[in-house]
């Protein structure tokens, strides 16, 4: 049997909930769709938690599942998730860690592990500490909520099996101690951090004002869990398939490299709400001649439900819609298509949400159900059923004669 | 997102099979229930493997389920859960036995595994065993319904692999053996206890009252089933959400106290066939004031399937939708309510069966299918598919926005 390619396209944010005010639909139910609406029709529909059941995904953990890798297994320690929260890019070699702004004394007793729990200020706090050279490493450090942080490290050499500096309690700040030879740099050089974020932070106008206010100043960073992204096989080692994507967004063009697609800059692809739509449909048409597997990313009914925009997201969809027809037209009929969400992102909610995607499967000669439209409800009739994001590679693997055989 | 109320009904038993004799229906298609079906209207349904495919559930096992737990990770034999039943508390290092009162010969032979299915007197019984000293181990005990109780060892160093004293046959009484070396306190300590109870008993005016009856005297107690409970979070700890139930079984209110919720008593709301669902429904609406998670169990159409009595079970589940339609009518519209069974007791079969339940979530702002009636059949072109009892609470939460999220 031929191999076939497969066409992944990934509408970021994409599903919704009920609107009460536009007739009880979901922006997908109000939208004029005809190309989603035909890779349904032509093929099996269903729903999708792309993580797990009640778990609101990250785009960045949506995206590894989405192409079949266990995001719990990737990811080792929470650093690497702050740090991706905090828009930090976390790559393959770094160390990240979780950060608290605290107070503590001049014996360096932790006198408040959330200094008063600051709110203001962080930002410029952390303007002062981000950039740092530390020996051949580059520390960039990002404000989070409230008294958080995220601390990520960059350069040769690093582990990271460190213990933390934050002593989790009021009293002595801890020093990082290597856990394995290998991380004895990592650990001097967080160290050494620690130490120049107190100088720095000592001195810094916002803590001099938080003083005289009677606050406590937040004159050091306290990091603990440490974490690296694991060693992850390239999806070419793992699938056989030469990988390419289409993506503006870059969370999204890391974890794409992350899993060693090729990612080329596409004129116009901003990930933004004025992305150019046609630009990354012939992108997307032109690496399929060169590639097995193409992932188009397109983010903008995210940002509408990001902005609790009911029509914005609509007529973003209406757009997209018209991408795909574009790609569809000219793509190869033996090709395997699927379209899905990497999370919802309601407008009534105005953030990613639990709820799960719809998705359907189309292409040379797989499966038709009787689902004609591409919604959250009416995919729930399909024969693909409820399944999990790390689940729809394998499924679309098999429908593209790509599968492994598993026995006699 | 504000975060809303959970309203869990679950009727015990409540799914079937057809049944030829009335139209080849089950009980819940051939009840009228216009409540039940207005949850399935207004949101999604689906079906459900309790435990897993093919699983019967117990109640114990199954209410866990339903509230997140795996049962396999928080249950170690059924100890535990009996004595939370009988309202001895259990805590982590306890272990925990069901027991018999029986009546044995001189020898140590059992003559009657249930005493003559001893009734009264086993409160009094009870007390003047219950905070026996042995060692450094106090033993608690607290009778349960008809000739049950439950055991509680409390102390250090106690191990729950020791072997039943219970022969489960009219025979010699054994003797309990440490199944691991860290057990043999534990055992000693329990063959010293039954040894006790038969000289406490032998002497106690109950049992010489049974005897000058012509009763069989409730002599001994019989341990079985030791457990310990694994370090299991509270709901609220796990959830965030300060959680209470309404119900009236035994067994069923010894899990809520396990996973920390309030288990008010609620005046007529027995656990039988004639339990009072007005205050059922008043207790709910009453209790969701001032919490975030509310769970009500009914308990009758669990004993209509149990006798075989379909006439019965649909009269039932008529009642049950009266009282869920109270509680509807008052509820706030912003709560999300789930309605489902712990599991399937066919009339045809008279016990627990492996069958799939069905499952309904309605509540403000949540996605709406099809479906338009809740019963064993319509649930299974909804939208939620078919899940696992562990994945239902988190798609509640979800729903609730009360889901976390992982990733960025």
Known sequence: MNEKKILLVVCD???????????????LQAARKPAMDA??????????DVIAPGVIPGSDTAHLALFGYDPFKVYTGRGPIEAAGAGIPVDRGDVAFRCNFA????????????????RNGTDELAKSLSGMKIEDVTALFREGSEHRGALVFKGPGLDHRVSDVDPHHETEILESKPQVPSAEKTARVL??????????LSEHPVNKHRSK???????ILLPRGAGSIREIESMRERYGMKCAAVAGVTLVKGICRLVGMEVPDVKGATGGLDTDYRAKADAALGLLDSNDFVFVNVKACDIAGHDGDFKMKVSVIENIDVMLGVILKDIQEDSVVILTADHSTPVVVRDHSADPV??????AGTRVDGVKEFDE??????????IRGTDLLPIALGMADRAKKFGA
């Open 213 to 219: 206010e009677g606050l406590h100043p937040a004159n």
């Open 191 to 200: 160290n050494e951090f620690v130490r120049k974020s107190y100088e720095i």
């Open 377 to 386: 409800i009416s995919v729930g009739g399909g024969v693909l059923g409820r």
């Open 13 to 27: 944010g994409l599903s919704d909930r009920p609107v009460r005010q536009f007739g009880g639909k979901t922006p």
């Open 39 to 48: 890779v349904a029709r032509n093929g099996v529909s269903g729903i999708m």
């Open 103 to 118: 107070t503590v004394d001049e014996s360096m007793k932790v006198v408040d592990r959330r200094a008063g729990r600051i």
């Open 358 to 363: 719809p998705v359907a499967i189309s292409g």
